[in-house]
């Protein structure tokens, strides 16, 4: 009587076509995602309920920091050079090629604009760290017009871009009397919608 | 050409080893879940919530008194205070009764439980609505629509919130978050006044002032 022969099945399948499957994902997933541009300051933002997300493009970001001062940050290297091209004309600066080139290179931008020339001299890894330590934040007046830098880029961006968002990012220990300045400058220049970006909190019961 | 030039001879011409072209895929596989999973992970864990508002124009020729003319029986007014404290009252505030502002939280049993008891009937509706949305299978669009017409009620309570100088920005969230959880579709965030302080004022005093005031018109 001959032995049973067991037939040996081998336990290896085939990863072939789960490799093409994860291989088509990650290639899309890759595609559609944008790299977050760094910040310059570490915001701590408040929690909410709200569950709308923020679009991804046309946004102008503006970063409260809990002293007060504020970086503003637009998405798209075009706009941001038409930005500072039409704030400069208002004040009467004047910027080189390679200066205009060095600021659409950085996405967040934080200092007057008497500053910012020598700012954008600088090389470009260094601009960021020395915004960021010695910088005073885009000068926002509640009073005196021509001073109020805040606005100005404001326009500028708006001008620049029709749809743009505004959104604020203030951190949550924030001084009340900050963030009305800033509300109340956008409040004079007619920008009367805004985004206050906020993170998840969960909330017991089903309001 | 291409050929691997065999040395000796003809003999084992054809004959070539066959080898296995099978390669194993697994190690492949395992990388790329690991970073699709981080591509996806960073894709929706990054963005960032988002709350709109809308401010009132400043350019409208209104005064303040216009402004805060709303009726007294539906306004509640909001005072965020410093060190995470928050007051409020309804209607018109009373100068001579320093009870008349009350002193509430942040917390569940705080401001939310005095705005939700104010807003008991849209809430229950907006309750019931979503209720209806669930069963009969709505469309988002007018489940926005009619609980938009809801919260529009005659009814509903106007808040206007005030902030004082030394409240911090995740008050002012907070109290707006509060809107949002209550159903509450008009409020306003408005500057505060010279009165609000005193009461505020008045109130950590325990009526203090107003004898001053009584004192004074005498």
Redesign the interface.
Do not use: G, W
């Given at each position: 009587m001959p032995k049973v022969k067991v037939k040996r099945k081998s336990t290896a399948i085939d990863m072939t076509a789960m490799s093409d499957v994860t291989v088509l994902l990650l290639t899309f997933f890759m595609l559609t995602s944008t790299f977050v541009e760094p910040e310059p300051v570490q915001i701590a933002v408040p929690s909410s309920v709200s569950e709308i997300k923020i679009p991804e493009t046309n946004v102008l970001q503006i970063l409260v920091e809990a002293d007060g001062r504020i970086f503003m940050g637009v998405d798209g290297p075009a706009i941001r050079v038409a930005m500072l091209r039409d704030v400069a004309e208002q004040y009467g600066y004047e910027f080189t090629d390679q200066e205009l080139v060095n600021f659409q290179e950085s996405a967040f931008f934080g200092v007057p604009l008497s500053q910012l020339k020598a700012l954008l001299d600088l090389p470009l890894e260094d601009q960021e760290k020395i915004m960021v330590a010695q910088g005073t934040g885009v000068p926002i007046d509640s009073t005196a017009n021509p001073s109020n830098e805040f606005k100005a880029w404001v326009k500028a961006a708006r001008k620049a871009n029709r749809d743009v968002r505004i959104s604020i990012k203030a951190a949550s220990n924030t001084p009340y009397s900050k963030i009305h300045l800033v509300m109340s400058s956008l409040q004079d220049i007619r920008e009367n919608r805004y985004n206050l970006i906020t993170t998840l909190k969960s909330v017991a019961g089903d309001f | 050409m291409a050929e691997v030039q065999q040395k000796d001879g003809g003999k084992k011409k054809g004959k070539q080893k066959k080898m296995n072209i099978?390669v194993?895929?697994?190690p492949?596989?395992d990388m790329?879940?690991l970073?699709?999973t981080f591509?996806?992970l960073?894709?929706t864990m990054?963005?960032?919530?988002?709350?709109?508002?809308?401010?009132?124009?400043?350019?409208k020729t209104l005064t303040e008194q216009e402004r805060d003319k709303v009726a007294a029986s539906r306004a509640i007014t909001i005072i965020?205070g410093g060190e995470d404290r928050v007051y409020y009252y309804t209607g018109e505030p009373n100068y001579e009764d320093w009870t008349s502002l009350q002193e509430t939280s942040y917390a569940?049993d705080g401001l939310r439980a005095m705005l939700?008891g104010r807003n008991q009937e849209v809430?229950a509706k907006i309750r019931e609505l979503?209720k209806e949305k669930i069963d009969t299978g709505m469309s988002d669009e007018e489940y926005d629509k009619r609980a938009g017409e809801i919260k529009d009620a005659k009814t509903a309570p106007i808040v206007i919130i005030k902030?004082?100088?030394?409240?911090?920005?995740?008050?002012?969230?907070?109290a707006?978050?509060e809107m949002?959880?209550?159903?509450i579709n008009k409020y306003a965030?408005v500057?505060i006044t010279e009165g609000d302080e005193w009461l505020v004022e008045n109130y950590e005093k325990k009526g203090e002032l107003t004898d001053q005031i009584d004192r004074d018109q005498m």
């Open positions: - | 099978r194993d895929f697994t492949m596989v790329n879940m970073l699709l591509f996806m960073c894709t990054s963005k960032p919530q988002t709350m709109e508002i809308s401010m009132p124009s400043n350019d965020l569940d939700l809430v979503k902030a004082t100088d030394d409240s911090t920005y995740k008050n002012l969230v907070d707006l978050d949002h959880i209550c159903s965030i500057d």
